[in-house]
């Protein structure tokens, strides 16, 4: 039986490279020795609070050095990572540390009356990151090395918000996660052990776990954490700790190009990444233009550890695409409204994007009714409508959920909200489709105006009339503040659709 544990990405880095400058958070610098000996006297602690291999520990934290301390530590001591977003409220979160059965949760200080709240109700010790799981860790005996797990256990239950529904639990197995940090760091893009990355995407989520933490570390390569993601801030300390490599989602891109306008430097870019939502043509451009770096964008769910596709120099670059599928996984496309069963698709025909190979999650934990619709005929059904053409390049065209039929004409919000993003008084836009009586949906642009900027719906309504087909240009237009974001940074429709349905 082949075993792997996701925390030999830490170990391997501590025997090869232990001098190494692993991990950078403010003022405080670590190798990847040192992190490693926190990581193992923490595993030591956790052993001796009963956690044995296979049980499951809720991690409640920001990006800080505490995070990938924890993670690896977990992963060491045999257990299953449950990553807790920071942004859910106590009931939310006792869900998931409920559904998960985990028997403890590690919580730092600043999410503590949320996280003991609900770790109080769901009957879970707490334990904070800092002094108390510190001075558990000084007085425990450290492990030896990591806990041996097979290849197939879990490593990591992430819970997926989805579109509809309580969250689930996707469970991840050491190989999913070990593959999928090793194909991103060494076959979709060059990573190289002097590489220097901004670690500004949330660590509980997918997407900064896998490409940011885990293969940036299984490059070897260093990494840099921003607790909080301010686009000012964020370009200094690329400036300051010399970051080549960024991984950010769309709305980072679209904070980042505007910052760029008053600061005194910009960093030297090398590799960008975006991921989480499609990130619009016209942004991907002007980042390309103010930085001098490529994007490269890429795509992905929580149930695909993340990453499916990307955009890689050995394939050539295409904006607007999300790519070519990473090595060792097909991605196609297949009949969505075909659902028992998976109908592939030949070239440049419109469905649902389906995905099967190494980073394909193991099931959704405790529900194997939604994990048999989810993978039919070994293919993960991703519920995203796309296209594949002739050159092998992916097009993510929608979520099958976010469609708007009006007047009996399917309509892709994302093509809608890629002809807005053109127009220079928006800063972001989200469109939705609202009821309406005469068309049955009615097209709604919902609008975050560019600094300075006051367009007028009327404006805005005849500028997207002379650029989209009659049935596709926003009847409604609204104005706010900011876009609601979920916890993997994309906007929140269903939300919007609550917001202005019934107006």
């Not at 999913?176 to 949330?202: E, Q, S």
């Not at 619009?280 to 499916?308: D, H, I, K, M, Q």
Request: hydrophobic share 45%.
């Amino acid at each position: 039986m082949a075993t792997l544990s996701l925390a030999s990405i830490l170990a391997e880095n501590a025997r090869r490279r232990p001098a190494k400058t692993a991990l950078v958070e403010g003022d405080l610098r670590l190798s990847f020795a040192e992190v490693w000996q926190r990581a193992l006297a923490r595993a030591g602690a956790l052993a001796g609070l009963g956690v044995r291999p296979g049980d499951r520990v809720a991690l409640m934290a920001p990006n800080v050095a505490d995070f990938p301390t924890a993670y690896y530590a977990i992963a060491a001591a045999g257990g299953v990572v449950v990553p807790v977003h920071l942004l859910l409220s106590a009931p939310e979160v006792e869900h998931v540390l409920t559904d998960s059965g985990a028997t403890l949760l590690l919580c730092h200080p600043a999410q503590a009356e949320t996280g003991a709240a609900a770790a109080r109700a769901a009957g879970v010790r707490v334990v904070l990151l800092g002094a108390e799981f510190d001075k558990l860790a000084a007085d425990a005996e450290p492990l030896p090395s990591y806990v041996t797990r097979d290849a197939d256990d879990p490593a990591v239950v992430f819970y997926t918000s989805g579109t509809t529904g309580v969250p689930k639990g996707a469970v991840l197995s050491h190989l999913n996660l070990v593959m999928n940090a090793t194909v991103n760091a060494f076959d979709a893009n060059d990573i190289r052990p002097d590489d220097i990355a901004l670690g500004a995407l949330p660590l509980f989520h997918a997407f900064g776990q896998t490409v940011s933490l885990n293969s940036t570390w299984r490059a070897g390569a260093t990494l840099v954490l921003l607790p909080r993601f301010d686009a000012a801030r964020a370009i200094e300390l690329m400036v300051r700790e010399e970051v080549d490599t960024f991984h950010g989602v769309p709305t980072m891109y679209v904070a980042l190009v505007a910052a760029a306008a008053e600061a005194a430097a910009l960093p030297e870019l090398r590799v960008c990444v975006s991921g989480g939502a499609s990130l619009p043509v016209a942004v991907l451009e002007r980042f390309e233009e103010t930085f001098g770096a490529p994007v490269y964008e890429g795509y992905g769910l929580s149930e695909t550890s993340p990453t499916a596709t990307v955009n890689q120099p050995a394939f050539g670059t295409r904006a607007g695409t999300i790519g070519h599928p990473l090595w060792g996984v097909d991605v196609e496309i297949a009949r969505a409204d075909v659902e028992d069963r998976v109908e592939l698709l030949p070239a440049d025909e419109l469905g649902e994007v389906v995905i099967r190979g190494h980073n394909v999650f193991s099931g959704y934990l405790g529900r194997p009714e939604a994990t048999a619709e989810a993978v039919v005929d070994g293919w993960f059904r991703t519920g995203d409508l796309g296209t594949k053409d002739t050159d092998g390049f992916l097009r993510i065209v929608d979520r099958k959920k976010d469609v708007i039929i009006r007047g009996g004409y399917n309509v892709y919000p994302r093509e809608v909200e890629e002809v807005l993003m053109r127009h220079p008084g928006i800063a972001q836009v989200a469109v939705i489709g609202l009821p309406d009586e005469l068309h049955g949906e009615e097209i709604c642009a919902v609008i975050v105006p560019a600094p300075g900027a006051a367009p007028d719906p009327e404006g805005i309504t005849d500028w997207a009339r002379e650029r989209l087909g009659r049935h596709k240009y926003p009847r409604r237009v609204e104005f706010t503040d900011a876009l609601p974001l979920g916890p993997s940074m994309k906007v929140l429709k269903r939300e919007l659709r609550g917001r202005y349905a019934g107006r």
